[in-house]
């Protein structure tokens, strides 16, 4: 977007203040205008000041209820999200264990000394 422009104005009187206030955010030569008071540097450090001590409030507010909600899910000892890691951990190691005991060579042999004949003892010959 081009930069439009930028006029002020200075009204004579409040009474031709008030008419121009109410032109405010209104179309004039088919261009929005916006049609407010200057401030002063001091009046602008009040607004700034004033919006960041908001700012702050709504800060605190919500670290307030989200502190509030914490405890009091781990009073119901309630942890959603643990379980549901533990859960899906546990289904893994038992996915990977399964797949292990597969792996696993079954023998009938007797001198077979594969790991899970490994405590028979050797029958000699």
Do not use: W
């Not at 209820?65 to 009073?75: D, G, I, T």
């Not at 594969?114 to 000699?124: A, F, G, Q, T």
């Amino acid at each position: 977007k081009q930069f439009r422009g930028v006029a002020f104005v200075d009204c004579a009187d409040a009474a031709s203040f008030e008419i121009a206030k109410k032109m405010h955010k209104t179309t004039l030569m088919d261009r929005r205008i916006n049609v407010r008071p200057t401030r002063t540097k001091d009046e602008l450090a009040s607004i700034v000041k004033g919006t960041q001590e908001k700012v702050r409030q709504k800060i605190r507010r919500y670290l307030d209820e989200r502190e509030a909600k914490e405890s009091e899910e781990k009073e119901k000892g309630d942890r959603p999200d643990k379980s549901k890691k533990r859960k899906g951990r546990d289904e893994q190691v038992n996915k990977n264990n399964s797949q292990e005991d597969k792996k696993k060579p079954i023998s009938n042999d007797e001198n077979d000394t594969s790991e899970h004949d490994s405590k028979k003892k050797k029958k000699p010959k």
